[in-house]
């Protein structure tokens, strides 16, 4: 098993789209990506902490590749907006890859250079790369959170297809 972390905006409707991935084992929302210890959800939103809001993967790199994820990541959300997603305004709704390992960070740099060179996107990719640190966990009510409550789809950009279609 192997762990990778995104933010990609709101995380509620990113984690429901990682965790329908077959080969991804289990997902967490959380707060990653700043100084304050042990942020509750009302720390992160006020813009107080530095942290972003992420979802943490645990998945099987022999079902889906970390390239598999990074190409779902990109397509979650408009990577190049500063410290915003759709109508969430501020830094902890960055677009950011935190990578656990060297391989995970080339492997994101490589991604984030296809993605600029590719034409895709209008403006050029603002996403950060950085070392995680510790990711805080968020409060219970937060995991799963579409699921839970049934509510639709919380993010202006869906996804085109899963990564193994």
């Not at 950011?96 to 960070?105: G, L, M, S």
């Not at 590719?118 to 968020?138: L, Q």
């Not at 919380?154 to 899963?162: A, I, S």
Request: proline fraction near 4%.
């Amino acid at each position: 098993m192997k762990k990778a972390t995104f933010g990609a905006g709101c995380f509620w409707g990113v984690e429901a789209d990682f965790h329908a991935q077959k080969g991804v084992l289990a997902t967490a929302v959380g707060y990653e990506g700043g100084d304050f210890e042990n942020p509750a959800y009302e720390d992160v939103c006020g813009g107080r902490t530095g942290h972003a809001e992420v979802v943490e993967v645990d998945f099987d790199p022999e079902m889906i590749s970390y390239e598999q994820l990074l190409d779902l990541f990109w397509r979650l959300h408009d990577p190049t907006q500063v410290d915003r997603q759709g109508p969430d305004i501020g830094s902890q709704y960055r677009s950011a890859i935190f990578y656990h390992d060297e391989e995970q960070r080339a492997a994101a740099e490589a991604s984030k250079q296809r993605q600029n060179e590719s034409g895709a996107f209008a403006r050029p990719i603002a996403t950060v790369i950085e070392a995680a640190r510790i990711f805080y966990r968020g409060e219970e009510y937060h995991q799963q959170y579409l699921a839970k409550t049934g509510r639709p789809h919380c993010r202006t950009v869906l996804p085109q297809q899963d990564v193994d279609a």
